[in-house]
């Protein structure tokens, strides 16, 4: 199973990935968290954000996914990932590819901007949403208004959804 957060910047992947990692850990699951702004660390920031440097950074971010995956890792994958072929390249080579899309407003992301990636990067760099389109998924396995609910609300949603698919197999 992979597990692949998707959405806006501030939308929350990371923190609702955090937080399943730490209900996997406790059912004795081993998981690991990609966060596409650690690959781009791991590598020196050597990519910058047009769309074939976001393009090589999801493959990176794939290939990362798939050896943890082959060695019964459970990947939690969270990045933005805007573009919808890859989106369908990753459910092409994943056989248990799971994508919670978790829609937030873009004005509402740039008004909290926990992180300070709309302040501090508008007409400095591209941003998704902003400048590049942010692809609606058309497929995604779950999609939570993180606009609308609290944290943990979206959590539980989560989690109830990862144990049905659990259930499944």
């Known amino acids: ?46 990519l910058g954000y047009s769309k074939e440097d976001r393009i090589a950074n ?52 740039k008004k909290s901007d926990v992180k300070n990636v709309y302040k501090d990067n508008i007409n400095v760099t591209s941003l998704v949403g902003v400048d590049m389109k942010f692809e609606e998924p058309k497929q995604s396995n779950l999609i939570i208004d993180v606009d609308n609910e609290e944290i943990e609300e979206s959590f539980q949603k989560i989690i109830k959804y990862l144990e049905s698919k659990n259930n499944e197999h």
């Open 58 to 109: 999801i493959k990176r971010i794939m290939l990362s996914a798939y050896v943890l995956e082959q060695n019964d890792i459970l990947p939690i994958v969270c990045n933005i990932s805007p573009f919808e072929e890859l989106r369908d390249f990753a459910r092409e080579k994943f056989d248990d590819y799971h994508e919670i899309y978790l829609r937030k407003n873009i004005e509402v992301a």
């Open 1 to 46: 199973m992979i597990i692949w957060f998707i959405g806006i910047s501030g939308s929350g992947k990371t923190t609702l990935g955090n937080k399943v990692k730490e209900y996997l850990d406790s059912k004795m699951i081993k998981s690991y968290i990609i966060d596409g702004d650690l690959v781009r660390e791991f590598y020196n920031n050597d």
